[in-house]
Structures are given as structure tokens and as C-alpha cells.
């Protein structure tokens, strides 16, 4: 069963900075494209970053290039996002996301909760 | 970047009915759609992907459709179960686009 799970979320004041992890299992983590996608409280979703099955690519949305950093842990199976000078808008639900081939996103995590305020 | 306009914002129906979901492209994407359900307090769900072709266990009561730059998804003889937010999204190009989701209430 692929599982997905998303730890590292909190509190943190702006401009302050926040490393989000996904461990992934049930399936062979370095064939697959990753990705992480946000949320805002009542809001529609955001696609933040992919990164590839090997992390030799890498892409991110504009309000976030140069800020956060997407990377991967084959031997670990792990996914993370590290998120810098921190925003207020960045307060969101952080999923990571798996595509399959295409990158469409086949499997969510559960999600972890980001919130940016002093 | 691609706009996805997605329409309508929120919908009530009935117990069986049928509903279609629209999502306009701003650019030419191919069939590069995908189609998401998300309940309340849950990560989405995949539903649709390349427009028309249903992820495995979703149910045949689903489907997806194009015409031009129209992408729809229609639910057929509706139930509880299907109550939820569906997001459109792009995968055509990067950056990666949503569209701004249509919350179904099941009367």
C-alpha cells in the first residue's frame, strides 16, 4: 500500500524558516517524480515544486523560487521541503504528492499544517 | 501561466441526479487535465486523468470529457458519497495550475 506521510509543520514567524519531510513506503520511491502541493484555509489548491525520480530537476512556482527548496533522500525514501524567509501567505496545508509519469499526482499524503505568524 | 477557469463555484443536487463540472483552459493543454474529489479535513483524491481516463477503483459513474479548450466532469445518479470539492488541474506545462475548485452538495 503506498503510503505517504508528512511531518514537520507548525508555528513560525515570519521570516523564520521550516524544513517539511514525507516518508514515503509501499512502492519504489526513486522511479517516481514528487511533488509538493499547498493549501490555504479555505482556499484551492497550489502546486509548489517537483522535483524528479533521481532530484536532477527541479521546478517551482514563482512565489517561491529562491525561497524554498525541494530535495530528495532515495536511500531514505524521503521527500522535504525546506522553506525559507517564510511569508504570511505561505500559511497553508503542505501536501506531498507522488506523479506517475505524467505529473498528474496518483497519491497524497495526509497533509501538514504551516502556519506563519508572529 | 495557464489559467483554469473552473465553473460553478459551488452546486446543490439531488440523490441521483447527474452534474457536470467545467474547467476552461486559458491556453491550448492537450488532454494534459486531471480531475480531483476532496472531502472535508482530507487530501484529494485523483478521479480523472488525461482527460478521460478513470484512475482505477474510481467508479464508472464518473467520466471526463473535452471539447476544444472545455474540459468537463459529469457524475452520474449522484450519492452521498460523492459530496466533496473537485479540483481541476493542468499538467501541461509548468508552472502546474488549478483550477479554483466546485464544492457538490448533495441535497
Known amino acids: 500500500e503506498v503510503q505517504l506521510v508528512e511531518s514537520g509543520g507548525g508555528l513560525v514567524q515570519p521570516g523564520r524558516s521550516m524544513k517539511l519531510s514525507c516518508a514515503a513506503s509501499?512502492?519504489?520511491?526513486?522511479?517516481?517524480?514528487m511533488a509538493w502541493v499547498c493549501q490555504a484555509p479555505k482556499k484551492g489548491l497550489e502546486w509548489v515544486a517537483t522535483?524528479?525520480?533521481?532530484?536532477?530537476?527541479?521546478y517551482y512556482r514563482d512565489s517561491v523560487k529562491g525561497r524554498f527548496t525541494i530535495s530528495r533522500d532515495n536511500a531514505k525514501s524521503t521527500l522535504y521541503l525546506q522553506m525559507d524567509s517564510l511569508r504570511s501567505e505561505d500559511t497553508a496545508t503542505y501536501y506531498c504528492?507522488?506523479?506517475?509519469?505524467?505529473?498528474?499526482?496518483?497519491?497524497w499524503g495526509q497533509g501538514v499544517m504551516v502556519t506563519v505568524s508572529s | 501561466d495557464i489559467q483554469m477557469t473552473q465553473s460553478p463555484s459551488s452546486m446543490s443536487a439531488s440523490l441521483g441526479d447527474t452534474v457536470t463540472i467545467t474547467c476552461l483552459a486559458s491556453q491550448d493543454i492537450g488532454n494534459y487535465l486531471s480531475w480531483y474529489q476532496q472531502k472535508p479535513g482530507k487530501s484529494p483524491k485523483l478521479m480523472i486523468y488525461?482527460?478521460?481516463n478513470l484512475e482505477d477503483g474510481v467508479p464508472s459513474r464518473f467520466s471526463g470529457s473535452r471539447s476544444g479548450s472545455d474540459y468537463s466532469l459529469t457524475i452520474n445518479s449522484l450519492g452521498y458519497d460523492d459530496e466533496g470539492i473537485y479540483h481541476c488541474h493542468q499538467y501541461y506545462e509548468y508552472p502546474l495550475t488549478f483550477g479554483s475548485g466546485t464544492k457538490l452538495e448533495i441535497k
Open positions: 488525461g482527460a478521460t
Open positions: 509501499g512502492f519504489t520511491f526513486n522511479n517516481y517524480d
Open positions: 522535483i524528479s525520480y533521481d532530484g536532477s530537476s527541479t
Open positions: 504528492a507522488r506523479s506517475d509519469g505524467y505529473p498528474f499526482f496518483d497519491y
